[in-house]
């Protein structure tokens, strides 16, 4: 039945990666089960047969998905069925697109969707860098036209050497966590996160990934040999396209070169608009097809930016390639925010505010992996008005998730122990302008904003995005780019981090590869930009502030024994309700012990802490304390005195005369002064108020000497609370039900 069934096996790192095809899947154009260790992804691909009329781009959509039953898992939720993707399926389905667009043809415009479902996953192998694999095989057997294959790969450094495909475990104590893609013939993707290292071990992760990941390109390219399907032909241009081209450029060439002079943003867009529309004209006018036009328009646009900063060295702004945008950094612009920052670099603009909270606000991620807690959140926001546009407004898209990851990468590693700031963070950045690399505005906003706020960064982050132009007769990198050189050029490599190292470096490249040389002069490049930039912030602020915001909640850590968790907390949580609904804090048990009280003011922090404490003190005989009377009866009185805690004053301990009637002495609600005697055999707390002095709080036991003989009626009394009645205890009712319990003569003989 599966007579086109292959199956190749790769040993790679230590492992063996399987790929399959011909067995499931088999209605789709390239179809691939790609395993290492027992997680499992499929991988699909589909191409539409031919392209939409007028359609001038090529419609890529990847889906990574994963399904809650590759773990044994039921999904979480009301409707037990998995929903919208969540931020790690966003970040791979982009981590798959990003390395795979740039191989297909120019010119090709037909729909593509790549889909790569998660089967299983042994919660040791991340599914992420075998799902990449799998649609790089999928998409080599399809026919689709794909300039492949590509694999991919996870580096770690952990005690100074490189790790492939670090376990779960090694990750833990690893340094860097980066992933990379590329061809044979270079890398055209990395992202990743880093602990401060150097530009060399940076560089040199990426050229061991790359020598890493060779044998699966080669298992691949085995794979295709026996089960490829015949590749797609591809038209070629047409005489028409030709001339249509070769017109556009003698019409516009020398109006798009003089457009592009024009230093400001909003005014260069405009005058490149109307050398369009002129051309577009000119054409109409000689009666020539204009549906191939605006795609003709835009590589003549990329042309004459790319050719004239490799002839003068000047670029659209007038910068030569090394120079950084003015920079303008402010900390603290709004008054009640915990910690806020406006960070202006050219024309793009970040407004960024940190958010202080508590073990309460942390994020609950249910992921394939299990379940965990996030306490630093960092939001990206792309508003249209940033660019001078009308547009949707909601939930974010997957390049606001992905830009906020990258920020968020480049800041985590700088981030204090919990023990020693235990706060959960929220970092909200608007871009209020964009003209190249938000992302990169967004690191510096942050760490300028936290550190307003009071968190105390290891030291400030700055980041910035390198571009770069590459010709046959030469190459150029440019240092902070705008985003005309973005979407014109070849490169978006961004670096983030402090004077010490990198902390997140990420590439992406619309040419089939880059060289190391070229890789390593941007990222020297990078280190100097990114120098600069840090000496600019620090003219706004320089390091963290000593003390957290007015606003934000001060955070008080003590710890209790582990078995007086349950006490604190009450019976179904009344006693902790209680607490914080009376003091207005905000209050986390863990299981340890530890207790982390919050509070925007020391006093209901300090009430709140005392209360904490009587709960789970321990009375110790011979201390006096200060407790309220809460009950009273014919032998004495009980009193709350420590906490939840209460003692009985025994009748004869009230005061040193006879005491009639409890209430002669004591009623509820008094205020007295009680010494601990000692406990009954039940554990229960004796206490003395005749040994105390009530106006002083003195303790007279000296004075007031030895205990005095109970009388007869006192004795009794004692026998009372304990149950008994005069000498003789009571004999239990009978089971039938008759009448009540009778003295036991047998025991009374």
Request: aromatic fraction near 6%.
């Amino acid at each position: 039945m599966f007579d086109n069934y292959f199956r190749k096996e790769i040993g790679w790192g230590g492992q063996i990666l399987t790929l399959e095809t011909g067995k499931v899947a088999r209605q789709a154009d390239g179809a691939v089960v790609a395993r290492l260790g027992d997680t499992i992804v499929l991988c699909t691909v589909v191409g539409a047969r031919g392209a939409k009329p007028g359609q001038d781009f090529f419609p890529l959509t990847v889906h990574y998905q994963e399904k809650a039953f590759a773990a044994g898992k039921i999904p979480g939720g009301f409707f037990k069925r998995e929903g919208r993707p969540n931020e790690f399926e966003t970040l791979t389905s982009r981590l798959i697109d990003r390395p795979i667009r740039p191989l297909f043809p120019d010119g090709f415009r037909n729909e593509v969707q790549v889909i790569a479902t998660v089967l299983s996953h042994d919660l040791e192998n991340e599914a992420d860098i075998v799902a990449l694999v799998g649609c790089s095989a999928a998409l080599t057997l399809s026919g689709i036209p794909f300039f492949g294959p590509v694999a991919a790969a996870r580096v770690g450094y952990v005690d100074g050497q490189f790790v492939l495909n670090p376990t779960a475990a090694q990750r833990k104590t690893s340094q860097l966590d980066l992933v990379l893609a590329g061809t044979a013939d270079g890398v055209l993707m990395v992202e990743s996160e880093a602990h401060e290292l150097t530009e060399d071990v940076m560089l040199g992760a990426v050229e061991f990934g790359h020598r890493s990941f060779q044998p699966v390109i080669q298992g691949i390219i085995e794979l295709a040999e026996a089960a490829a399907k015949e590749p797609w032909a591809l038209p070629e241009p047409s005489a028409a396209e030709v001339a249509l081209k070769a017109r556009i450029t003698e019409l516009g060439r020398a109006q798009m070169a003089e457009a592009y002079k024009t230093v400001e943003k909003l005014a260069r867009q405009n005058r490149v608009s109307e050398v369009k529309k002129a051309v577009l004209a000119a054409l109409e006018a000689e009666g020539l097809d204009t549906g191939a036009a605006k795609g003709l328009l835009k590589e003549l646009e990329a042309d004459v930016v790319r050719n004239n900063i490799l002839d003068t060295g000047l670029r659209i702004d007038g910068r030569d390639t090394r120079t950084v945008r003015p920079i303008v950094a402010e900390a603290g612009v709004l008054p009640r925010a915990h910690g806020s920052a406006l960070f202006t670099r050219g024309e793009t603009q970040a407004f960024c505010v940190a958010t202080l909270g508590t073990g309460q606000d942390e994020q609950i991620i249910d992921a394939l992996t299990g379940e965990y807690r996030e306490d630093f959140l960092l939001h990206y926001n792309f508003p249209p008005y940033s660019v001078n546009e009308t547009g949707r407004m909601g939930s974010p898209g997957r390049r606001e998730v992905g830009h906020g990851k990258l920020a968020w990468r480049a800041i985590h590693p700088l981030l204090p122990e919990k023990d020693k700031f235990p706060y959960t963070i929220r970092v909200v950045s608007e871009i209020t302008e964009s003209n190249g690399s938000s992302s990169m505005a967004t690191v510096c906003g942050t760490s300028l904003a936290m550190m307003d706020a009071g968190v105390p960064l290891k030291r400030p982050c700055a980041g910035i995005a390198m571009g770069l132009i590459k010709e046959d007769r030469g190459f150029a990198v440019l240092s902070d780019i705008l985003g005309d050189e973005d979407h014109l050029g070849d490169m978006d490599f961004k670096v983030a981090g402090t004077e010490v190292g990198v902390t997140s470096l990420q590439m992406d490249i619309k040419i089939t590869s880059i060289t190391f040389d070229i890789m390593r002069q941007a990222l020297a490049q990078a280190r100097d930009g990114r120098l600069h930039i840090l000496g600019e912030m620090a003219k706004g602020l320089s390091g963290s502030r000593t003390d957290v915001a007015a606003t934000a909640p001060r955070i008080t850590v003590i710890n209790v024994p582990k078995e007086k968790i349950r006490d604190v907390i009450g019976s179904g949580g009344k006693v902790i309700r209680e607490i914080t609904e009376n003091t207005g804090t905000k209050i986390d048990i863990e299981d340890d012990g530890t207790i982390k009280v919050a509070a925007t003011s020391p006093e209901a922090a300090q009430r709140a802490i005392d209360w904490i404490r009587g709960i789970v003190a321990e009375p110790e005989i011979g201390v006096i304390y200060t407790g309220k009377v809460v009950k009273t009866a014919e032998f004495g009185a009980f009193v709350n005195f420590l906490g939840a805690k209460d003692g009985l004053v025994h009748i004869s301990e009230l005061a040193n005369t006879r005491v009639a009637k409890t209430s002669d002495v004591v009623n509820v609600g008094d205020s007295v002064r009680v010494k601990v005697l000692g406990f009954d055999d039940r554990g229960k707390v004796k206490l003395s108020m005749r040994v105390v002095d009530q106006a002083t709080g003195e303790d007279i036991t000296e004075q007031v000497g030895a205990r005095r003989p109970r009388e007869d009626g006192e004795r009794n009394d004692e026998r009372a609370e304990r149950g008994e009645r005069g000498d003789r205890p009571f004999r239990r009712e009978r089971r039938d039900g008759g009448g009540r319990g009778e003295p036991d003569d047998a025991a009374a003989e």
